[in-house]
């Protein structure tokens, strides 16, 4: 029976060189200044820092599919990609430029040993200004299997938690809304997992009164509108988080699954218990606070360094 092993992570703003030939000249000037100090060096290394963890998940087998967000175009997820060098594996990408006013966007690095791409999505988020779109690519495993996934990076709290929660508020509402038209389209046993950096935890009314999310296994088996259970919830407990602001463990990278992969009726069945948060032991600072050891750029560049999130890993049998 095979078994998929699927992340997801933040690589914290995994941009091109400064004034690459692939930027826009209104995203040049949006990024003025800010990449002082980019260049072709400090973006190898920051690639060969990601590609050193993403080759050490699964058993230092690397995921089976990676959904990644803050990459700015196909040549950076290239660099990743051809920086990951595992034997055996035969790694594609899905990509879609979105609107995002910084230009970072939401793809998937996947397997073509196990999954093929049948079609791919971009949902715009209709806000007052641009925000990455939610990202859809619907797969079909080895054993013919549909597996939909949803790439999600959530307007960030940036300024005041309170002040941008309703932009959260409005992704959450898209999140449902192409959640019931999947649905309707390929039935309500359709397997999926929504995943990525939602910039709110599985608590806040965000998730769980707009995007329709559940923690009690039982009120998604049972419902018969669109939830889906949030897998992050055990971890709580944990006191660690996957991105950690003032010393505070945050929950804000997570996995909403969708009522077939609880009861096997989309013939893919979620380990539940097998959500967890991948911290090896170079990514995490020593000290009081086990928080991410960020890559950083200008002035707290740190070349040692990985990104300012923890990456996020589940498993999924057939």
Not at 284 to 289: A, D, E, L, Q
């Amino acid at each position: 029976m095979p078994n998929y092993y699927v992340a997801f992570w933040n690589v914290e703003n995994l941009f091109d060189v400064v004034n690459s030939p692939r930027r826009t000249d209104k995203l040049r000037r949006v990024l003025d200044g800010e990449l002082t100090g980019w260049s072709a060096s400090v973006l190898n290394r920051k690639v060969q820092q990601l590609a050193s963890i993403i080759r050490q998940m699964n058993q230092d087998r690397g995921p089976d599919i990676l959904g990644v967000c803050e990459v700015e175009n196909d040549y950076v997820l290239r660099l990743l990609v051809d920086n990951l060098n595992i034997a055996g594996r035969n790694y594609n990408i899905e990509h879609h430029d979105m609107s995002d006013r910084r230009g970072i966007d939401v793809a998937f690095i996947y397997d073509q040993n196990f999954f093929t791409v049948e079609g791919q999505f971009s949902h715009f988020i209709v806000k007052s200004t641009a925000t990455r779109d939610l990202f859809q690519v619907n797969f079909r495993t080895i054993s013919n299997n549909l597996l939909i996934l949803i790439g999600n990076h959530w307007p960030s709290r940036r300024g005041s938690q309170y002040e941008t929660e309703p932009f959260r508020i409005i992704a959450g509402e898209t999140l449902a809304y192409f959640h019931q038209r999947i649905r309707e389209v390929q039935g309500n046993d359709v397997a999926v997992i929504a995943m990525g950096d939602f910039n709110d935890e599985p608590f806040n009314r965000s998730i769980v009164k707009h995007a329709l999310c559940e923690k009690i296994r039982a009120k998604i088996t049972k419902a018969k509108s669109p939830k889906f259970l949030n897998l992050m919830w055990p971890l709580l407990g944990d006191g660690i988080g996957t991105y950690y602001h003032d010393n505070n463990p945050n929950m804000l990278d997570q996995f909403l699954v969708s009522k077939g992969l609880l009861t096997g009726n989309s013939n893919i069945l979620v380990r539940q218990d097998s959500a967890q948060i991948v911290r090896f032991p170079q990514m995490v600072n020593s000290g009081t606070y086990p928080t991410p050891k960020k890559y950083g750029r200008g002035s707290s560049l740190d070349r040692n360094g990985f990104s300012d999130h923890f990456p996020i890993a589940l498993q999924l049998s057939e």
